[in-house]
C-alpha cells in the first residue's frame, strides 16, 4: 500500500497564495501519475491538475495561470503552488497517485484531504 500525507492547506484571502506537498511512503512501489483534485461543498470532486512521471501537464481551465504543480520523483513527493486565489477555490484538496505495488499495476491511491478557504 501507499500513505499519502498532505499538508499546507489553511485560509487566505482573495489574491493570495497557498502552497500544498503531498508525500507518498510504503513499500516496493513506483509512482506514475501524480495529481491534485478538489471537492467544494454540494460538488462532485475535481480535477485540478496532474503530471505524469515524465512531467507533462494537464491544468483545470479555472487554474491555468494561477497553479502549478510540481513533482520530485527522488522523495516522492508533489507540490500545488497556488496563486492569486479566488473565493471560489475554497475546496477541500485531495492529492492522488496512480503506482505499481510490487509487481501489480496500477493503483489509486488518495490522500486525506486538506482544507482550503479563500475568503475576504
Known amino acids: 500500500q501507499v500513505q499519502l500525507v498532505e499538508s499546507g492547506g489553511g485560509s487566505v484571502q482573495p489574491g493570495g497564495s497557498l502552497r500544498l506537498s503531498c508525500v507518498a511512503s510504503?513499500?516496493?512501489?513506483?509512482?506514475?501519475?501524480m495529481g491534485w483534485y478538489r471537492q467544494a461543498p454540494g460538488k462532485e470532486r475535481e480535477l485540478v491538475t496532474r503530471?505524469?512521471?515524465?512531467?507533462?501537464?494537464t491544468d483545470a481551465d479555472s487554474v491555468k495561470g494561477r497553479f502549478t504543480i510540481s513533482r520530485d520523483n527522488a522523495n516522492n513527493a508533489v507540490y500545488l503552488q497556488m496563486n492569486s486565489l479566488k473565493p471560489e477555490d475554497t475546496a477541500v484538496y485531495y492529492c492522488?497517485?496512480?503506482?505499481?505495488?510490487?509487481?501489480?499495476?496500477?493503483?489509486?491511491?488518495w490522500g486525506q484531504g486538506t482544507q482550503v478557504t479563500v475568503s475576504s
Open positions: 503530471i505524469t512521471a515524465g512531467g507533462t501537464i
Open positions: 510504503g513499500r516496493s512501489f513506483s509512482i506514475g501519475l
Open positions: 492522488n497517485v496512480q503506482a505499481a505495488v510490487g509487481v501489480s499495476c496500477c493503483y489509486t491511491f
